[in-house]
């Protein structure tokens, strides 16, 4: 009797474990994304109204850095981070040995051209100083940006990975001053103009739509290659999650908040 006793035990047991973790895997409806504040999550706020309406609950972890968050979603702590264009993701993979990838496309946020001392291009002398981010990404964008507007012209081998070596013609010579992305806002009473990347924009109270006296558009190599992106471990671009997730991000109401809040500071891709 004692041990048919301890049979019957461990199956009850058994059978309470299967139960609880298949109760877990069907009734998991919280959906956990990392990003940074602005404007990523302000914009899953809306996105997680939309959810909210399909039954989803959605739980935003903020991060200050562009580290961490690819770090936290490798480890599973994260089903998905909202925060980066994918040429950043697939160089982090590749100094990082993680296998994240894209589960789709939400918006661009342009760089633009902003005023400094001076407030129009006509104004541009012989000499003058423009500000441009540091980091290889977004300086080939800066400088590609001024070569769209004929300040300069690229040499077109170097593609996306331009810097001010790569400057080919410069008929005002101008003095390039190189700087981490997140001081261009602060370095305006300083120079001339400055290149700013649109969330730093935001933060400091200017906007590409409205402030800025030329910015990448829509359809330039720029927007299209640098829109953010949606990240998840790979595998995973079409689970329930994943697929709720970008349907609320690419929903009439997240484009509608996008156009109305950011006005050309944030452009929806969608």
């Known amino acids: 009797m004692k041990k048919l ?14 139960t609880g973790c298949t109760a877990k895997g069907t009734d998991d409806k919280t959906i956990v994304v990392g990003a940074s ?27 200050t850095d562009y580290v961490q968050p690819n770090l936290t979603l490798e480890n599973k702590e994260l089903d998905a981070n909202f925060f980066q264009h994918l040429p950043y993701l697939e160089d982090f993979n590749v100094k990082n040995n993680t296998k994240l990838v894209s589960a789709g496309v939400v918006h661009y946020e342009p760089l633009g051209l902003y005023p400094g001392k ?7 002398a012989n000499g003058a100083t423009i500000a441009i981010p ?6 080939a ?8 507007i004929g300040l300069i012209k690229v040499d077109p081998n170097a593609g996306l990975e331009a810097t001010p070596k790569d400057v080919i013609e410069n008929p005002k010579n101008i003095v390039f001053k190189e700087l981490e992305a997140a001081q261009l806002a602060r370095s305006l009473p300083d120079v ?10 935001i933060e400091a109270g200017l906007n590409a ?8 558009e829509k359809d ?25 997730l970008m349907k609320a991000l690419q929903s009439e109401k997240v484009i509608s908040f996008i156009e109305s809040n950011y006005q050309g500071a944030v452009v929806p891709m969608s």
């Not at 504040?37 to 935003?60: D, F, R, S």
């Not at 964008?141 to 769209?148: H, I």
């Not at 739509?209 to 990448?216: F, L, P, S, V, W």
């Not at 330039?220 to 709720?244: C, D, H």
């Open 118 to 124: 001076i407030k129009t291009l006509d104004a541009i």
């Open 134 to 139: 540091n980091d290889t990404t977004n300086e």
């Open 209 to 216: 739509g409205t402030d800025a006296i030329a910015k990448e």
């Open 141 to 148: 964008r800066a400088l590609l940006l001024l070569e769209t």
């Open 192 to 201: 001339d103009l400055a290149v700013i990347n649109g969330n730093y924009a």
């Open 220 to 244: 330039s190599l720029a927007a299209q290659t640098y829109a953010n992106i949606v990240a998840v471990r790979a595998g995973e671009e079409t689970s329930e999650k994943t697929l709720a």
């Open 37 to 63: 504040p602005t404007p990523h999550g302000e914009i899953l706020a809306v996105a997680g109204e939309v959810l909210k309406e399909e039954g989803y609950t959605l739980e935003v972890k903020e991060f």
């Open 5 to 18: 006793g301890s049979v019957l035990l461990i199956s009850v047991l058994g059978l309470a474990l299967f």
